[in-house]
Structure formats: structure tokens, C-alpha cells
């Protein structure tokens, strides 16, 4: 038996960079609470168009929670009122009959809004240009199990890897610090043989890049960790602590 | 080495490292302190005093504590309006209401203003009379150390005093409950700066800090205030 609920959505719309915005008010009615967020934001586009007025602007792609395209900030909460999901995978099961439904964009001075509740989040593939690879030498394929690796190392470096890079964490974030993604990407390599050999310059070009770029310093609220929809760890800002602080005396 | 502590993680490296000998400073401090609460007139207070004021390797640290003070309390600003700045100007009109983040990790400059209001008051009651401008009440005593009458500064008269005040009573308990918090979260906090920490250790970290954060809060207010109730003569 299908279920709708009938909301209020307030959305931020915000013409674009240097625009001022405003939250519009719009009702929806008879929403599946089978459907996903975004689906239910593309009816409200739709009824926008259909009204002859300009869509919303809002990130996505996968809409499978791999990506890390989507976004939001739904009531008081990066990805919304559910845990360890984005927001493609949020239901509208989440949300009452009658609900208003507040939806904002990430807001954070290192991601600076492009339109309505899209920010740019280029910095992040800065930081990761800055070192988030490993090189490797041309030639013929290696044998994939050929240097062994313990499995604990092998599980904590797939946990960090899980990050999609999608941005809750500076979201969340009352410093607005990038700590727990550059964490993450520094230590599924450092976990590894592989990353090992260049560990010591990526930790130090990462956060170069990081504070450069204008994020935060890094308080060890663990706000980011609750709002991650993938749970990277804290844990992972302690070994990038650890790492940075080895490079710099390695110096 | 500038761009060691210039970076975000080496502005919070100094602030780690000193709150953690701001954290070894309170231990000894809450250790003398204790003297106070043994009936004996005030003597073996009296004593600590003495050996805290002129043992030679107090004298190279204080300077050193003042130190710790200062870039803990600069650069606990520094972060903060770094971090605001970083932030950006918007709020989020819907609010956070993200769970299971302990109040005090967020309020951190709060409790620390809140310390350091009590420390002002703290350092005029104390440290002002006993190092510069001297007070009726700190007196010289005779006690006994090792069995030698050595002539001291009757420091426990002047403390005994101050805390006969309500109020007085009233701001340390205050400052202590502060810090408690602040300590709370402090703890923890800067052993994941330095990167002393895993999933595990953090568990441990968090329970150890609380425990030491309220022997610290628990500690110093009680002292004060078995001082007002029972240790005034009448």
C-alpha cells in the first residue's frame, strides 16, 4: 500500500556566486514516502518548469550513494535526518505529513556557491592533486597478490577508501575543516606498501593545500564522523597527524 | 620549522602540547592544594609553599608555565577566529542538529574565557601577594621540615582567609567546574593532535579524560569549599 505525505520544502535560491539569496517556500502534494529525496526534489522541478519558473540548481549523479555528487543540508543536518546515507539515498519515509522541510546548501568559505544548493567543491580534487595518488612505473601487470599486506592494514585503508569525497564533513563542521577527507585519503595510501614511498611529501602537500585553500583548523568535535555517510573514522585524523608531524621532522 | 607551526596541524600541535603541561602544572597545583585539607594548622601547607617557592627548578619553570599560558590562550584565539573565518559568513537557517558531539568540544574558547576570568581573579588573590606586593596575613610561622624550625611565609593564613569569603568560594567553584569541562574534551583532544590516538585509544583517551577532568574540577572546588565550612577559626 503506497503512502504520500503532503510538505512544505523552503529552498535556498541563490542566482549565483555573488547573488544574494533568499529561501521560496513551495508545497508539494501526495509525495510517495517510497520515493528518494532527489526524486521528490525532480517533482518539484518538474512542477517548477511546468509553472514556467526556473528549476532548482542541486548535485547529483550516481543516485546509488557511490558517487559523492549529492549534497544538502536538510533540516539541521549534512544528507539529511538519516544516518550513514547520502542524500540520493535518503527516503521520504524520513519525513512527516504536513513536515516543512528546510534544504540548504553546504556552507563552508571553501566551498562557495555557485547556484541555488550548489557549491563548488573543486578544492577537494586540488588537495587531491596535491598528492592523493601514488605513482607507479610503467610496464608489465603485476601480480596482484604479490606483496603481502596484513589484513588489518588491508581493512582500515578499504574503510578509509570509502570516502566519496562528497563534502559532509566540512558541512558539518563548525570550523569548516577539511581534516576528515584529507584523513581519509591520506591514510588509505599510507595503510598500503604502495603508498608508503611517497607518505611523508603527500601528507605535507595535502595539508599544505588544505590550509591554503582556506579550510579550517581541525577540533576533534567529531561532528564530521557522526555526518559522514560512509563513517570514516576519526581515528584517520590521528594517523594524518602522525604522519604530517613524522614528515616535518623528517625534514 | 615556521611552516611546521604555521600549518593548521602545527597551530594545533602548540596548542596540544601546551595543555598538556598547563595539565601537569594542575596535577602538582591540585597535589599541594591537597595539604589544605590536613588538620595540622596549616603547617605542611605551609611547607609545600615553601618548597614550591624556592626550589630552583620551580624558578625556571614558572617562567616556562607563564609561557605555556600565554600561546595556549593566543593561539586558542588565533584558531578561533580562523576557524570562524573559514566557516564563512552564513549560518544554516535550519541549525545543527547533529548528535552524539559533546557541548564542551564545541565551546572550547567559552570555557577557556571562563578560566581565564577566574585565573585573573585567582593570580590578584595569590600569586600578586605572595610574589610582589607581600600582605599582613603572610606573615612568617615557624614549622618544622625534617625536623630543622625553618622560618616560612604563612601562606595557609592567607589562603584560609580568601576562602572565608562566600563569593570568593562561589568564582572558584565556577572556575573549577570550567575547567573541568574545557578539560573534558582537552584531555582527549590533544593526545589526537599529536597523533597518539586509534579507535581504541580514543575510547580509552575520552574515559581517562573525563576521570581526570573531574578528580581536577572535583578537586580544587571541594577544597575551597571544606575551607569556608570547617577549616575557619572561630
Known sequence: MEKTINIKLRVWRQAGPKAKGRFETYELKNISTDSSFLEMMDILNEQLISEGKEPVAFDHDCREGICGMCSLYINGRPHGPDDRVTTCQLHMRKFKDGETITVEPWRSAGFPIIKDLIVDRSAFDKIIAAGGYISVSTGGVPDANAIPIPKEAADEAMDAASCIGCGACVAACKNGSAMLFVSAKVSHLALLPQGRVEAARRARNMVAKMDELGFGNCTNTGACEVECPKGISLANIARLNREFLKAKLKE | ?234
Open chain 2, 1 to 234: 620549522m615556521s611552516s611546521t607551526l604555521g600549518s593548521s596541524i602545527g597551530k594545533k600541535l602548540l596548542m596540544s602540547i601546551s595543555g598538556l603541561f598547563l595539565i601537569l602544572f594542575l596535577v602538582v597545583h591540585l597535589t599541594v592544594n591537597s595539604f589544605l585539607l590536613v588538620p595540622d594548622g596549616g603547617d605542611l601547607f605551609n611547607a609545600g609553599a615553601h618548597f614550591m617557592a624556592t626550589n630552583p627548578a620551580v624558578r625556571v619553570i614558572e617562567p616556562l608555565l607563564a609561557l605555556g599560558f600565554i600561546i595556549h590562550i593566543l593561539y586558542g584565539v588565533k584558531l578561533t577566529l580562523e576557524n570562524r573565518r573559514a566557516r564563512g559568513p552564513e549560518r544554516y537557517a535550519s541549525g545543527k542538529k547533529t548528535q552524539g558531539v559533546s557541548w564542551a568540544s564545541q565551546n572550547m574558547l567559552v570555557l577557556g574565557i571562563t578560566v581565564a576570568a577566574f585565573l585573573v581573579l585567582h593570580i590578584a588573590n595569590f600569586w600578586v601577594k605572595m610574589k610582589i606586593t607581600g600582605d599582613p596575613r603572610l606573615e612568617h610561622t615557624t614549622i618544622e621540615i625534617g625536623g630543622v624550625p625553618t622560618q616560612v611565609e604563612n601562606a595557609y593564613a592567607l589562603v584560609n582567609t580568601t576562602f572565608s569569603y562566600l563569593w570568593i568560594v562561589v568564582v572558584y567553584v565556577i572556575g573549577a567546574v570550567g575547567l573541568a569541562i574545557h578539560l573534558s574534551h582537552g584531555f582527549w583532544s590533544a593526545f589526537q593532535t599529536i597523533g597518539f590516538s586509534n579507535q581504541l585509544w580514543r575510547k580509552r583517551l575520552t574515559i581517562l579524560g573525563n576521570i581526570f577532568a573531574w578528580i581536577i574540577g572535583v578537586g580544587f572546588s571541594s577544597i575551597a569549599i571544606l575551607q569556608y565550612l570547617f577549616y575557619q577559626p572561630n
